[in-house]
């Protein structure tokens, strides 16, 4: 079984002291490849570099994540320009808007979300998106700019069946994390899983955050990582009634077109 995780945040300082056990772990787990999330100036950068000290197994995007919205400046968007050239780049993102936590003033968000579409446009790039307690105003601003774009993927979707399917409607890609294993707050998601096409269906760890929460046993750092995208992945096959290997072959697929990867051999360590 290989898996294709779509968003890694490995950036992150608590992977700067074990990173290549992480990679190790994740692959004797059948995850191949990782997209590593860009969600600053600085940690775009940075996952370019990764990118680039372990090519064919990471890839990266590009971005600045609503919460950092306020940093955006003609400078950011000029490197994310720039960074979004990589070879190593894949999409442009995260981006998008979060009303959840406010870090930055709606009206900046909003302002910085349009920027990074543009750039996705004027490049021709897959957009890698965030959307939280927002979805009026993102969806309004996604369907201004859907037909531009390539392809676009909701990123950690954890909304309602509407906005589901306003995203559906609009030929978005859904990313599906370890939410959904979380009895507290993503049961719904049992049930909306089975409503997203097997060609739009992605999967993603989002580590180190969002541990999935029916890992046994559970592990007591508590921080996620890319191995663990093997148990989400059987826990959405559950929820989908199909084999495993079915959601792992088809999620995977559905990513190599999405982010412009070549297809691994069979047996590809």
């Known amino acids: 079984m290989q898996l294709l995780d779509i968003g890694a945040n490995l950036t992150h300082e608590s992977f700067q002291h074990d990173l290549d056990a992480v990679l190790q772990r994740a692959l004797a787990h059948g995850v191949t490849r990782m997209l590593v999330t860009g969600a600053s100036r600085d940690g775009s950068r940075h996952a370019v570099a990764l990118a680039e000290a372990h090519p064919d197994r990471l890839f990266a995007t590009a971005g600045v994540h609503p919460h950092h919205a306020i940093d955006y400046d003609d400078a950011t968007d000029a490197e ?64 201004r700019y859907r037909e531009r774009l390539p392809a676009a993927v909701v990123h950690c979707f954890t909304d309602t069946g509407e906005a589901l399917r306003d ?4 030929d978005c890609h ?14 719904h998601l049992r049930t909306l899983v089975r409503e997203i ?73």
């Open 80 to 143: 994310l320009r720039a960074l979004a050239q990589h070879a190593a780049v894949r999409a442009v993102g995260e981006t998008g808007l979060d009303y959840n936590r406010n870090y930055s003033p709606r009206e900046v968000q909003l302002q910085v979300f349009e920027r990074q579409l543009q750039i996705a446009v004027d490049l021709g790039k897959p957009v890698f998106l965030h959307q939280r307690d927002a979805h009026a105003d993102f969806i309004a601003m996604l369907r």
């Open 167 to 170: 995203y559906l409607a609009l």
């Open 174 to 187: 859904i990313g599906i994390t370890g939410w959904i294993c979380d009895e507290r707050r993503g049961t």
């Open 197 to 269: 096409p097997a060609n739009r269906l992605m999967i993603e760890t989002d580590a180190p955050y969002l541990l999935p929460r029916t890992v046994r046993p559970h592990p007591p750092h508590r921080r996620n990582e890319p191995m663990y995208l093997k148990h989400i992945c059987e826990e959405i096959a559950r929820d989908r009634g199909e084999p495993a290997a079915l959601t792992a072959a088809n999620s995977t697929t559905t990513a190599e077109a999405f982010f412009g990867l070549p297809a691994l051999a069979a047996g590809t360590p």
